[in-house]
Nanobody, 122 residues
Framework: QVQLVESGGGLVQAGDSLRLSCAASGRTFSGYHMGWFRQAPGKEREFVVA????????YYLDSVKGRFTISRDKGKNTVYLQMNSLKPEDTAVYYC???????????????WGQGTQVTVSS
């Protein structure tokens, strides 16, 4: 059974940092695009960041560039999202996702985690 399990969310103040983790199990995702998406209350889910499997090329939502960093540890089958200088508008449920091929920044991912809540107070 394939599972993606996110952790690391929480309640922080503006300017603080959080590190989200996404642990994959059931298969190896070393050859998969790995991405993070988020959904704020009343809004559609949006792409945040993704990393390609071979070159490790990354794609970022413009509003998080310079503040968020995605990384992956293929040996641990885990992806991380380091979030610095958090803003209230970053408040959302953050989802980890994996896909085999295609465009890394399109939302058509094959596997999704259950999400972790990130709340940033002003």
């Amino acid at each position: 059974q394939v599972q993606l399990v996110e952790s690391g969310g929480g309640l922080v103040q503006a300017g603080d940092s959080l590190r989200l983790s996404c642990a994959a199990s059931g298969r190896t995702f070393s050859g998969y695009h790995m991405g993070w998406f988020r959904q704020a209350p009343g809004k559609e889910r949006e792409f945040v960041v993704a990393i390609t499997p071979s070159t490790g090329y990354t794609y970022y939502l413009d509003s998080v560039k310079g503040r968020f960093t995605i990384s992956r540890d293929k040996g641990k089958n885990t992806v991380y999202l380091q979030m610095n200088s958090l803003k209230p508008e970053d408040t959302a449920v953050y989802y980890c996702a994996a896909k085999n091929g295609g465009s890394a920044y399109s939302p058509t991912y094959d596997y999704w985690g259950q999400g972790t809540q990130v709340t940033v107070s002003s």
